[in-house]
Antibody, heavy 118, light 111 residues
Framework: EVQVVESGGGLVQPGGSLRLSCAASGFTFSNYEMNWVRQAPGKGLEWVSYISSGSSMIYYADSVKGRFTISRDNAKNSLYLQMNSLRVEDTAIYYC???????????WGKGTTVTVSS | QSALTQPASVSGSPGQSITISCTGTSSDVGGHNYVSWYQQHPGKAPKLMIFDVSKRPSGVSNRFSGSKSGNTASLTISGLLAEDEADYYCSSYTSSSTLVVFGGGTRLTVL
């Protein structure tokens, strides 16, 4: 079964750090572009970051640029999101999603919840 | 404020057709044929319904169709079913410094 499973969410204080992981299975992970997309409570979807299959191209939303870092380990079939200098407004469900803006994001995980609060 | 503009809500009766619009600019919707649509039921992950403006992934009902005119993309759902009640989001590639933009989402109510 093709799937991605996020982990690493939790409660963190403002200014803190968190590292999210996404484990992929059922497909050749190294062949696919990947994204992180988030959804604040009661709000819409917000694209966060993109990484190409070989990590040569990386993009970020302006809201997280300079604070978040996306990476992947194709040998471990895993995607990561290092989140530093967290703000209250980063509170959201974070989804890992396979694909690109061109072909659409066709595989999504169930998400992991990040809560930034003092 | 979202980069792409969608109506907050639309509604229709079972069997009817509805259309959800998604308005952007020449930097995103109007400049590229990379518009996608996602369906999200409450508490669930989004599901890809349309990509590349009008293509349907395998397994998606042909009641769902997409189109584009100028800077506005549209999702049409024909023969509405109760199970179509959900939030719908459009997304587009953008040639700005970021890569992807989403619309604010549209809540579809099946009356």
């Amino acid at each position: 079964e093709v799937q991605v499973v996020e982990s690493g969410g939790g409660l963190v204080q403002p200014g803190g750090s968190l590292r999210l992981s996404c484990a992929a299975s059922g497909f050749t992970f190294s062949n696919y572009e990947m994204n992180w997309v988030r959804q604040a409570p009661g709000k819409g979807l917000e694209w966060v970051s993109y990484i190409s299959s070989g990590s040569s191209m990386i993009y970020y939303a302006d809201s997280v640029k300079g604070r978040f870092t996306i990476s992947r380990d194709n040998a471990k079939n895993s995607l990561y999101l290092q989140m530093n200098s967290l703000r209250v407004e980063d509170t959201a469900i974070y989804y890992c999603a396979r694909g690109s803006s061109g072909s659409g994001m066709d595989v999504w995980g169930k998400g992991t919840t990040v809560t930034v609060s003092s | 404020q979202s980069a792409l503009t969608q109506p907050a809500s639309v509604s229709g009766s079972p069997g009817q057709s509805i259309t959800i619009s998604c308005t952007g600019t020449s930097s995103d919707v109007g400049g590229h044929n990379y518009v996608s649509w996602y369906q999200q039921h409450p508490g669930k992950a989004p599901k890809l319904m349309i990509f590349d403006v009008s293509k349907r992934p395998s397994g998606v009902s042909n009641r769902f169709s997409g189109s584009k005119s100028g800077n506005t993309a549209s999702l049409t759902i024909s023969g509405l079913l109760a199970e179509d009640e959900a939030d719908y989001y459009c997304s587009s590639y953008t040639s700005s410094s970021t890569l992807v933009v989403f619309g604010g989402g549209t809540r579809l109510t099946v009356l």
